[in-house]
Protein backbone atom coordinates (compact mmCIF):
# COMPACT_ATOMS: atom_id res chain seq x y z
CA UNK A 1 0.00 0.00 0.00
CA UNK A 2 0.89 3.87 0.24
CA UNK A 3 2.32 2.91 3.47
CA UNK A 4 1.84 -0.65 4.82
CA UNK A 5 2.78 -3.70 3.71
CA UNK A 6 1.19 -7.53 3.92
CA UNK A 7 2.19 -10.99 3.66
CA UNK A 8 0.69 -14.13 3.61
CA UNK A 9 2.81 -17.28 4.47
CA UNK A 10 2.41 -20.86 3.19
CA UNK A 11 0.19 -21.88 5.75
CA UNK A 12 -2.27 -19.21 5.59
CA UNK A 13 -1.18 -16.56 8.29
CA UNK A 14 -1.00 -12.79 7.67
CA UNK A 15 1.12 -10.26 8.52
CA UNK A 16 0.83 -6.57 8.09
CA UNK A 17 2.99 -3.56 9.13
CA UNK A 18 3.64 0.28 8.28
CA UNK A 19 1.39 3.11 9.57
CA UNK A 20 -1.45 2.30 11.90
CA UNK A 21 -3.66 4.82 10.83
CA UNK A 22 -7.55 4.44 9.89
CA UNK A 23 -7.20 0.80 10.63
CA UNK A 24 -5.21 -0.83 7.33
CA UNK A 25 -3.31 -2.73 9.75
CA UNK A 26 -6.10 -4.56 10.46
CA UNK A 27 -4.60 -5.06 14.34
CA UNK A 28 -6.05 -3.45 17.34
CA UNK A 29 -4.94 -0.88 18.86
CA UNK A 30 -4.48 -2.62 22.67
CA UNK A 31 -2.45 -5.76 21.00
CA UNK A 32 0.03 -3.07 19.61
CA UNK A 33 -0.01 -1.23 23.24
CA UNK A 34 0.66 -4.16 25.25
CA UNK A 35 3.05 -5.68 22.73
CA UNK A 36 5.32 -2.03 22.56
CA UNK A 37 4.91 -0.43 26.20
CA UNK A 38 5.63 2.95 26.36
CA UNK A 39 5.75 3.65 22.78
CA UNK A 40 3.43 5.49 20.68
CA UNK A 41 1.50 3.21 18.36
CA UNK A 42 1.16 5.51 15.04
CA UNK A 43 3.10 2.39 13.00
CA UNK A 44 4.40 -0.52 13.26
CA UNK A 45 7.82 -1.42 12.17
CA UNK A 46 7.90 -5.25 12.11
CA UNK A 47 4.92 -7.69 10.40
CA UNK A 48 2.73 -8.48 13.19
CA UNK A 49 0.16 -11.54 12.96
CA UNK A 50 -3.37 -11.08 12.71
CA UNK A 51 -4.73 -13.87 14.34
CA UNK A 52 -7.97 -15.94 13.52
CA UNK A 53 -8.12 -15.22 9.99
CA UNK A 54 -6.21 -17.10 7.19
CA UNK A 55 -5.98 -16.33 3.60
CA UNK A 56 -4.60 -17.36 0.15
CA UNK A 57 -4.15 -13.55 -1.51
CA UNK A 58 -4.23 -10.63 0.52
CA UNK A 59 -4.12 -6.97 -1.19
CA UNK A 60 -2.70 -3.32 0.13
CA UNK A 61 -4.38 -0.72 -0.87
CA UNK A 62 -3.91 3.13 -0.48
CA UNK A 63 -5.33 3.29 2.80
CA UNK A 64 -7.89 -0.29 3.09
CA UNK A 65 -6.91 -4.08 2.44
CA UNK A 66 -8.08 -7.20 1.83
CA UNK A 67 -7.57 -10.64 2.49
CA UNK A 68 -9.75 -14.28 0.55
CA UNK A 69 -9.24 -17.13 2.51
CA UNK A 70 -9.20 -20.83 0.52
CA UNK A 71 -13.00 -20.60 -0.04
CA UNK A 72 -12.47 -17.70 -1.61
CA UNK A 73 -13.90 -15.82 0.73
CA UNK A 74 -13.33 -11.59 1.08
CA UNK A 75 -12.62 -9.97 4.02
CA UNK A 76 -11.61 -6.03 4.28
CA UNK A 77 -10.29 -3.83 6.63
CA UNK A 78 -8.84 -0.23 7.07
CA UNK A 79 -9.99 3.47 5.46
CA UNK A 80 -13.58 3.47 4.55
CA UNK A 81 -14.87 6.99 4.00
CA UNK A 82 -15.81 6.19 -0.08
CA UNK A 83 -17.61 3.27 0.53
CA UNK A 84 -13.68 0.91 -0.96
CA UNK A 85 -14.33 -1.61 1.13
CA UNK A 86 -17.45 -2.78 -0.02
CA UNK A 87 -19.29 -3.52 3.18
CA UNK A 88 -22.40 -1.57 2.54
CA UNK A 89 -21.15 1.75 4.75
CA UNK A 90 -18.80 4.46 4.96
CA UNK A 91 -17.34 3.15 8.52
CA UNK A 92 -13.89 2.06 9.05
CA UNK A 93 -12.65 -1.37 9.87
CA UNK A 94 -10.04 -2.03 12.46
CA UNK A 95 -10.58 -5.78 11.82
CA UNK A 96 -11.00 -8.21 8.60
CA UNK A 97 -14.98 -7.75 8.44
CA UNK A 98 -16.99 -10.22 5.69
CA UNK A 99 -17.59 -8.64 2.05
CA UNK A 100 -21.11 -10.04 2.61
CA UNK A 101 -22.16 -8.59 -0.59
CA UNK A 102 -19.87 -11.28 -2.34
CA UNK A 103 -20.94 -14.34 -0.32
CA UNK A 104 -21.95 -16.40 -3.04
CA UNK A 105 -19.01 -15.43 -5.10
CA UNK A 106 -15.79 -17.21 -4.88
CA UNK A 107 -12.86 -14.46 -5.35
CA UNK A 108 -9.99 -15.33 -7.20
CA UNK A 109 -8.11 -11.81 -7.33
CA UNK A 110 -8.45 -8.73 -5.69
CA UNK A 111 -6.94 -5.23 -6.46
CA UNK A 112 -6.95 -2.01 -4.03
CA UNK A 113 -6.67 1.52 -5.44
CA UNK A 114 -7.16 4.52 -3.78
CA UNK A 115 -10.67 5.01 -3.46
CA UNK A 116 -11.88 1.89 -5.16
CA UNK A 117 -11.28 -1.60 -5.73
CA UNK A 118 -11.64 -4.29 -8.13
CA UNK A 119 -12.47 -8.14 -8.11
CA UNK A 120 -12.31 -11.00 -10.41
CA UNK A 121 -14.52 -14.39 -9.69
CA UNK A 122 -13.84 -17.70 -9.93
CA UNK A 123 -16.25 -17.48 -12.77
CA UNK A 124 -14.13 -14.51 -14.18
CA UNK A 125 -16.78 -11.88 -13.27
CA UNK A 126 -15.70 -8.32 -12.60
CA UNK A 127 -16.72 -6.27 -10.07
CA UNK A 128 -15.72 -2.85 -8.45
CA UNK A 129 -16.90 -0.52 -5.61
CA UNK A 130 -15.72 2.85 -4.21
CA UNK A 131 -15.96 6.15 -5.61
CA UNK A 132 -16.25 6.40 -9.94
CA UNK A 133 -14.34 9.68 -10.28
CA UNK A 134 -13.68 9.86 -14.11
CA UNK A 135 -15.18 5.98 -14.82
CA UNK A 136 -12.80 3.72 -12.68
CA UNK A 137 -15.52 1.63 -11.51
CA UNK A 138 -16.64 1.02 -15.19
CA UNK A 139 -20.07 0.46 -14.90
CA UNK A 140 -21.37 3.99 -17.06
CA UNK A 141 -23.25 5.73 -14.71
CA UNK A 142 -20.34 7.92 -12.86
CA UNK A 143 -22.05 6.76 -9.47
CA UNK A 144 -20.06 5.64 -6.12
CA UNK A 145 -20.71 1.97 -5.51
CA UNK A 146 -20.95 1.47 -1.93
CA UNK A 147 -21.23 -2.39 -2.46
CA UNK A 148 -19.50 -4.33 -5.08
CA UNK A 149 -21.37 -4.33 -8.56
CA UNK A 150 -20.16 -6.62 -11.58
CA UNK A 151 -19.22 -4.88 -14.70
CA UNK A 152 -21.90 -5.55 -17.25
CA UNK A 153 -19.19 -5.32 -20.19
CA UNK A 154 -17.44 -7.78 -18.92
CA UNK A 155 -20.30 -11.02 -19.25
CA UNK A 156 -18.90 -13.33 -21.39
CA UNK A 157 -15.27 -12.03 -21.56
CA UNK A 158 -13.02 -14.06 -19.63
CA UNK A 159 -10.84 -11.62 -17.59
CA UNK A 160 -7.59 -12.89 -16.36
CA UNK A 161 -5.81 -9.93 -14.47
CA UNK A 162 -7.08 -6.44 -12.69
CA UNK A 163 -5.40 -3.78 -11.56
CA UNK A 164 -6.86 -0.60 -9.80
CA UNK A 165 -4.52 2.65 -9.57
CA UNK A 166 -5.33 5.78 -8.41
CA UNK A 167 -7.55 7.52 -11.33
CA UNK A 168 -8.18 3.71 -12.94
CA UNK A 169 -8.51 0.50 -13.36
CA UNK A 170 -6.67 -2.05 -15.71
CA UNK A 171 -8.20 -5.63 -16.99
CA UNK A 172 -5.65 -8.20 -19.17
CA UNK A 173 -8.10 -10.55 -20.82
CA UNK A 174 -7.56 -13.80 -21.61
CA UNK A 175 -7.02 -13.36 -25.43
CA UNK A 176 -4.35 -10.45 -24.40
CA UNK A 177 -6.28 -7.50 -25.10
CA UNK A 178 -5.71 -4.83 -22.16
CA UNK A 179 -8.50 -2.55 -21.39
CA UNK A 180 -8.93 0.27 -19.20
CA UNK A 181 -11.47 2.51 -17.36
CA UNK A 182 -11.42 5.65 -15.80
CA UNK A 183 -9.05 8.67 -16.38
CA UNK A 184 -6.54 7.27 -18.85
CA UNK A 185 -3.14 8.33 -18.12
CA UNK A 186 -0.95 9.53 -21.08
CA UNK A 187 1.41 5.99 -21.28
CA UNK A 188 -1.35 4.23 -22.39
CA UNK A 189 -2.15 6.77 -25.07
CA UNK A 190 0.71 6.35 -27.06
CA UNK A 191 0.09 4.58 -30.30
CA UNK A 192 -3.47 6.21 -30.49
CA UNK A 193 -5.25 8.60 -32.17
CA UNK A 194 -6.17 11.64 -30.26
CA UNK A 195 -9.27 10.82 -30.96
CA UNK A 196 -9.47 7.87 -30.40
CA UNK A 197 -9.45 7.51 -26.72
CA UNK A 198 -11.49 9.85 -24.09
CA UNK A 199 -9.90 11.09 -21.28
CA UNK A 200 -12.16 9.78 -18.91
CA UNK A 201 -13.32 6.40 -20.12
CA UNK A 202 -16.50 5.20 -18.19
CA UNK A 203 -16.57 1.73 -19.16
CA UNK A 204 -13.51 0.01 -20.31
CA UNK A 205 -11.75 0.64 -23.61
CA UNK A 206 -8.94 -1.54 -25.29
CA UNK A 207 -5.51 -0.02 -25.40
CA UNK A 208 -2.74 -0.92 -27.60
CA UNK A 209 0.17 -2.89 -26.39
CA UNK A 210 3.41 -2.84 -28.28
CA UNK A 211 3.27 -6.15 -30.33
CA UNK A 212 -0.13 -7.02 -30.68
CA UNK A 213 -3.13 -5.41 -32.62
Not at 38 to 45: A, H
Not at 138 to 143: A, Q, S, V
Not at 177 to 204: D, Q, T, W, Y
Amino acid sequence: GEAHSLAVTACGCIYSWGLFRGGRLGLQKSRLEACFPGTPVDQVLVPMHLPGRRANIVCAGESHSFAADQSGALYAWGRNREGQLGVGDERARWRPARVNALSRVVVRSISAGSIHSVAVSANCEVFTWGIDGGGRLGHGDGLAQPLPKRIESFVGVTVVEVAAAREHSLFRLQDGRLMVCGKIPNELRLGHPSAELPENALVPQQVQVRGTS
